[in-house]
């Protein structure tokens, strides 16, 4: 447990204070939560650092301050309408109201409510860390979660004009996802990712592929697709067994292959 609390003015004196007993806190929801993974001596609060809660709009492509909480994420006019649909997501106000996106890709957490819909999207992160500043895509940001594991995110961008759908599978509301999953158009392809709980966090770029190689595979070439696809591992939990979860994936996917082409995915609201 925590035994100091430092509040940071400016992301300089945060990126200053990092060490490797010493961990951010934004909104506090995870870090703070029963059972949480998170264990630090000391805590380096983000809450009054200048100029991470802003929300830019600019050649069709929004950046997001890291220390935007789901809540005005929903509430903004500039955030794209497939973000304030993964924020929504998260059923509780309370909770919107402090959890930030920035602390929600950081948790990096196999049931994210956010990190598919980015993914899809090819968010891009901007990272300061003891060592300058950089650019990097999500998907790099998770791959190399120990490098960059020490980093500060500013910040994320995300285009305004991209056809993208999400689902997210759970008993209620409330309750933990066993499946979050995200898909857009990109090019004359799809671009999917998975949250799946107690799995991992997959861009699904094997299946894009058999996709693009085959435009015509129907629904049932989708659903045993993702039955035989053994570059992961599925177990079986209080979720689901290991052939529910696949099929979960497999029929939607169906559904975001029928829903893209037919137009129906969220983005230019804004
Ligand atoms: C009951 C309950 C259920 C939950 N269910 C889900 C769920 O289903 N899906 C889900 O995704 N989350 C869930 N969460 C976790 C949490 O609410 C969200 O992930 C939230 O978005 C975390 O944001 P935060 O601002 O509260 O992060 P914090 O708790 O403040 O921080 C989380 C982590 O991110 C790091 N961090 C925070 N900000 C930054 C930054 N700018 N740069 C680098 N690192 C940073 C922190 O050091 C910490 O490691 C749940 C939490 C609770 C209490």
Same mark, same amino acid.
Not at 32 to 49: F, H, M, P, Y
């Given at each position: 447990? &925590?035994?100091?609390?430092?509040?940071?003015?400016?992301?300089? #004196? @945060?990126?200053?204070?990092?060490? &490797?007993?010493?961990?951010?806190?934004? =909104? *506090?929801? #995870?870090?703070?939560?029963?059972?949480?993974?998170?264990?630090?001596?000391?805590?380096?609060?983000?809450? /009054?650092?200048? =100029?991470?809660?802003?929300?830019?709009?600019?050649?069709?492509?929004?950046?997001?301050?890291?220390?935007?909480?789901?809540?005005?994420?929903?509430?903004?006019?500039?955030?794209?309408?497939?973000?304030?649909?993964?924020?929504?997501?998260? @059923?509780?106000?309370?909770?919107?109201?402090?959890?930030?996106? *920035? *602390?929600?890709?950081?948790?990096?957490?196999? $049931?994210?409510?956010? %990190?598919?819909? +980015? %993914?899809?999207?090819?968010?891009? +992160?901007?990272?300061?860390?003891?060592?300058?500043?950089?650019?990097?895509?999500?998907?790099?940001?998770?791959?190399?979660?120990? #490098?960059?594991? *020490?980093?500060? %995110?500013?910040?994320?961008?995300?285009?305004? /004009? %991209?056809?993208?759908?999400?689902?997210?599978?759970?008993?209620?509301?409330?309750?933990?996802?066993?499946?979050?999953?995200?898909?857009?158009?990109?090019?004359?392809?799809?671009?999917? &990712?998975? @949250? +799946?709980?107690?799995? =991992?966090?997959?861009? +699904?770029?094997?299946?894009?592929?058999?996709?693009?190689? $085959?435009?015509?595979?129907?629904?049932?070439?989708?659903? !045993?697709?993702?039955?035989?696809?053994?570059?992961?591992?599925?177990? @079986?939990?209080?979720?689901? =067994?290991? $052939?529910?979860?696949?099929?979960?994936?497999?029929?939607?996917?169906?559904?975001?292959?029928?829903?893209?082409?037919?137009?129906?995915? /969220?983005?230019?609201? !804004?």
């Amino acid at each position: 447990m &925590a035994s100091q609390l430092l509040m940071a003015k400016s992301p300089e #004196e @945060a990126i200053s204070a990092k060490t &490797a007993q010493a961990a951010f806190l934004a =909104g *506090g929801t #995870e870090v703070n939560r029963l059972g949480s993974s998170v264990d630090a001596e000391t805590l380096i609060s983000l809450k /009054k650092c200048s =100029g991470l809660d802003g929300i830019e709009s600019d050649a069709g492509y929004v950046t997001i301050g890291s220390m935007c909480t789901f809540q005005q994420l929903i509430e903004s006019d500039k955030v794209p309408a497939y973000i304030r649909e993964a924020a929504h997501f998260m @059923a509780s106000r309370t909770k919107r109201n402090m959890a930030t996106i *920035g *602390g929600n890709i950081a948790s990096m957490r196999r $049931d994210s409510y956010m %990190i598919p819909a +980015l %993914i899809a999207a090819g968010a891009v +992160l901007e990272l300061a860390g003891s060592g300058g500043s950089c650019r990097i895509g999500i998907e790099e940001y998770l791959d190399k979660a120990a #490098e960059y594991a *020490g980093c500060l %995110i500013l910040s994320v961008t995300v285009p305004e /004009k %991209i056809k993208l759908m999400s689902k997210r599978y759970s008993n209620t509301a409330q309750s933990h996802a066993v499946l979050t999953m995200s898909a857009a158009v990109c090019g004359d392809g799809i671009v999917m &990712a998975a @949250a +799946l709980k107690n799995s =991992g966090i997959y861009r +699904l770029m094997d299946f894009e592929k058999a996709l693009k190689a $085959d435009p015509e595979m129907s629904d049932d070439d989708i659903i !045993s697709w993702f039955r035989n696809w053994d570059a992961i591992r599925v177990e @079986a939990d209080m979720f689901g =067994g290991e $052939d529910y979860k696949r099929y979960l994936m497999g029929v939607t996917a169906c559904d975001f292959r029928a829903g893209l082409a037919s137009g129906s995915g /969220k983005e230019v609201e !804004s």
